[in-house]
């Protein structure tokens, strides 16, 4: 008898210590009773009956969770490795507990999926350059999808997109041709402009005669002004014409 009672005393004294759970500030405690969802407690003190209610901590902090680097195709066929960063919270303990298991494992896999999946549709020069709306996108998707398990996903973004050496290089090309299609636009662009002008000044030069007589003198007089040892004399086309008449 003399051991009995400090063996009860002890199991009294660990069942009063299991009903007493405190909880942060930043959690709260999904509680089941026999089994059936009861209700969420917390933050603060909590009193469990012992056998007949179970308590599950859920924290409601920020995640920060780091997608894996992703093999990605592209829409115009380039592979390209993708990784990036999904900023979530649970905002529904009950769901995140009884609408899904391990909620951080599922959405982790779905932001990978997602992922691939959204940047698969799009061409490599749309991920370089629209980074911002293709965060936008995925956000939009997880947040959708994640919104039955009581997760709110704040922001996505996208780190890193790498490209093998090959790629790079021809990449680099395609930009050296743009590059000299551009230069040869613009330089054709000049000569139409230049021809535009020209017929312009032709055109005034045309009604008077004595204006194309003082253009030729002008070019004389540049001409002998400069310090050249070869001198080229312009010839008047009228005069070649009158020749071979």
Known sequence: MNIVYPIILAIVILLVASMFKILRE????????????????????????????QMVRVDLRTVVMDVPTQDVISLDNVSVEVNAVV?????DPQKAIINVEHYYDATSQLAQT???????????????????????????????????????????EIKHVDLNESMVR???????????????????????????????????????????????????????????????????IDILKNLTK
């Open 114 to 156: 997602t992922l691939r999946s959204v940047l698969g549709q799009h061409e490599l020069d749309e991920m370089l350059a629209s980074r911002e709306q293709l965060n936008t996108d995925i956000q939009a998707i997880l947040d959708n999808q994640t919104d039955a398990w009581g997760i709110k996903v704040s922001n996505v």
């Open 26 to 53: 930043y959690e709260r405690g999904v509680i089941f009773m026999l089994g059936r969802f009861w209700r969420v407690k917390g933050p603060g003190l909590i009193i469990l009956i012992p056998f007949v209610q």
């Open 87 to 91: 900023y979530f919270r649970v905002i």
């Open 170 to 236: 021809a990449i680099a090309q395609q930009a050296e041709a743009e590059r000299a299609r551009r230069a040869k636009v613009i330089h054709a662009k000049g000569e139409m402009e230049a021809s535009e002008k020209l017929l312009a000044a032709a055109k005034v030069l045309a009604q008077q005669e004595e204006a194309i007589q003082l253009r030729y003198l002008q070019t004389l007089s540049g001409l002998a002004g400069e310090n050249s040892n070869t001198i080229v004399f312009p010839l008047p």
